[in-house]
C-alpha cells in the first residue's frame, strides 16, 4: 500500500500564526510518514512544504501554471497542471485526507470541493467557518485547535 497521502490548504498571504501552524503540520506529518500534497506556492503552501522537508518528508507541489519559478523551495517535486484554480480538484482528489490551515477564497473552494467529494476526513485548523442562508452552521469536518491535534485526527480517522 503507498504511504498516505495528506493535502494541506491555505492562502497564500497568510498570518505568521498560520505559518507556524504550517510549519509543524508539514513536520508532524512527515514524522508520521505521510506524503504532503500542497500547492507549492507561498505562504501556507511553503511552510508546509518546508517543515515537511525539514524532517526529510516527500512533499508534492500542485502548481496552477507552469512558472517553475513560482514554485515553492521544500518540494520533492512539483506538478505543473497550467489548469489555474481548477488544480484544486486534483489536489483534493489526490487526497486521502485534506488538512486547511486559515482561509482565503482558494481555500474555501479546496474545502469545498473536499466536502462534495465526500469520504475522506477534512481538518479544519484555524480555518473557514461555513453557515448555511439561515445562518446555521454547516457540518465542514472535524475542527483542530492545534498542529498536532489536527495531524492526530487525520491519521485516527484514516486509521477507521
Not at 500542485?62 to 505543473?80: E, F, H, K, N, Q
Not at 484554480?85 to 474545502?111: C, F, M
Not at 492545534?146 to 487525520?154: G, Q, R
Amino acid at each position: 500500500m503507498p504511504p498516505l497521502q495528506i493535502a494541506v490548504c491555505g492562502p497564500r498571504d497568510c498570518t505568521p500564526a498560520d505559518a507556524a501552524d504550517a510549519r509543524a503540520v508539514g513536520r508532524l506529518l512527515a514524522e508520521a510518514s505521510a506524503t504532503v500534497l500542497c500547492g507549492g506556492g507561498e505562504g501556507v503552501m511553503a511552510a508546509v512544504a518546508g517543515g515537511a522537508r525539514s524532517a526529510r518528508g516527500l512533499v508534492i507541489g500542485i502548481r496552477p501554471d507552469t512558472d517553475r519559478t513560482a514554485s515553492c523551495d521544500g518540494l520533492s517535486a512539483v506538478l505543473y497542471t497550467n489548469m489555474g484554480e481548477a488544480r484544486n480538484a486534483i489536489l483534493v482528489w489526490s487526497a486521502d485526507a485534506v488538512i486547511v490551515i486559515g482561509g482565503s477564497w482558494g481555500t474555501l473552494s479546496e474545502l469545498a470541493l473536499a466536502h462534495r467529494r465526500g469520504g475522506i476526513p477534512v481538518i479544519s485548523l484555524n480555518g473557514w467557518h461555513v453557515t448555511d442562508a439561515a445562518g446555521e452552521p454547516l457540518d465542514t469536518g472535524y475542527t483542530a485547535d492545534s498542529p498536532e491535534s489536527a495531524v492526530a485526527t487525520a491519521l485516527s480517522a484514516l486509521r477507521r
